[in-house]
Nanobody, 120 residues
């Protein structure tokens, strides 16, 4: 089954860029109709979807985060990345990467999540 693993700094200073990598194994990020998402969960709150990059490299972002978000990919490494600029303490959360297939209706594979704290 597909495996996803998030990696990146656990501590980011306010106003800096939060950057995370999702490494994918036992599956390809170019698999037809696949969509690769970033999701986060702030402490004490529910899950918040951030955006995705799909199998042809097209992206779509949550309107509330669009101005600060960029998702890109490296197909040679089978990785996709999240960059969130101008981080604030409100961006403190557990960040997850996950996959879905068009028409599936659910995110079927998830990484274990990584804690990111924004603090000086």
């Amino acid at each position: 089954q597909v495996q996803l693993q998030e990696s990146g700094p656990g501590l980011v200073k306010p106003s800096q860029t939060l950057s995370l990598i999702c490494s994918v194994s036992l599956g390809s990020i170019t698999t037809s109709r696949s969509y690769w998402s970033w999701i986060r969960q702030p402490p004490g709150k529910g899950l918040e979807w951030i955006g995705y990059i799909n199998y042809i490299g097209a992206t779509y972002y949550s309107p509330s985060l669009r101005s600060r978000t960029s998702i890109s990919r490296d197909t040679s490494k089978n990785q996709f990345t999240l960059q969130l600029t101008a981080a604030t303490p409100e961006d403190t959360a557990v960040y997850y990467c996950a996959r879905t297939i068009a028409g599936l209706g659910t995110l079927d594979y998830w990484g274990q999540g990584t804690q990111v704290t924004v603090s000086s």
